[in-house]
């Protein structure tokens, strides 16, 4: 079975653009939540998905967002980049609130 | 609020020695609480979960933890440690609350197995 899928790896992006994170979810699980992970704020829960509808968004400012498509791939944007946004971005998928969430590789975005 | 505090920054260990890192959880009603494991460049790997049942909980590569609720700890263990151990430790708490879940970490442990 395949794992949670990232892409892409790496980003380098500069202040004020724009980016889209991809995640594939393991098959079959239908809950996917993104994390930020920074040497100083430690993992930080972003927001979850169930079935296409965010459930729970964590506290961070409305330029992130993100959404859930049918076949339960999600996708993370984050516009008017910040250097403060420099971070390790993980996706993590689970069948259900019982089973333990599975992460992906993550994507490491870098602002210039 | 919910959280987990793990007290240590870096546990160093010699090979072959048993090792022991640190978690210690402040939730209300019953704890979900998991272990994670982080190598460079990599996403976080599941280790084990407690959520009811025994106090001794076993999970992969030989790791296993133990749940004290009069402590509130979830201690992670090996018996023997590896070389091949040395990585990032994370704890965890699961939240719900009205149909969502969240997980929120500890700070996490570095683990430094020498040779």
């Known amino acids: 079975k395949a794992g949670v899928t990232q892409t892409p790896r790496y980003l380098i992006k500069t202040r004020g653009q724009q980016v889209t994170l991809s995640c594939s979810p393991i098959s079959g699980h239908r809950s996917v939540s993104w994390y930020q992970q920074t040497p100083g704020q430690g993992l930080q829960f972003l927001f979850e998905y169930f079935s296409e509808t965010q459930r729970n968004k964590g506290n961070f400012p409305g330029r992130f967002s993100g959404r859930q498509f049918s076949n339960s791939r999600s996708e993370m944007n984050v516009s008017t980049l910040e250097l403060g946004d420099s971070a390790l971005y993980l996706c993590a998928s689970s069948f259900d609130s019982n089973q333990p969430q599975h992460f992906g590789d993550g994507t490491r975005l870098s602002i210039l | 609020a919910q959280s987990v505090a793990q007290p240590e920054d870096q546990v160093n260990v010699a090979e072959g020695n048993p090792l022991t890192v640190k978690c210690t959880y402040s939730v209300s009603g019953n704890p979900y609480l998991f272990w994670y494991v982080q190598y460079p460049n990599r996403g976080l790997q599941f280790l084990l979960k407690?959520?009811?049942?025994?106090?001794l909980v076993k999970g992969s590569y030989g790791f296993e933890a133990e749940f004290n609720k009069s402590q509130t700890s979830f201690h992670l263990k090996k018996p023997s440690a590896l070389v091949s151990d040395s990585a990032l430790y994370f704890c965890a708490v699961r939240v719900f609350n009205t149909g969502f879940q969240k997980l929120v970490f500890g700070t996490g442990t570095r683990l430094l197995v020498s040779p």
């Open positions: 407690y959520i009811t049942g025994d106090n």
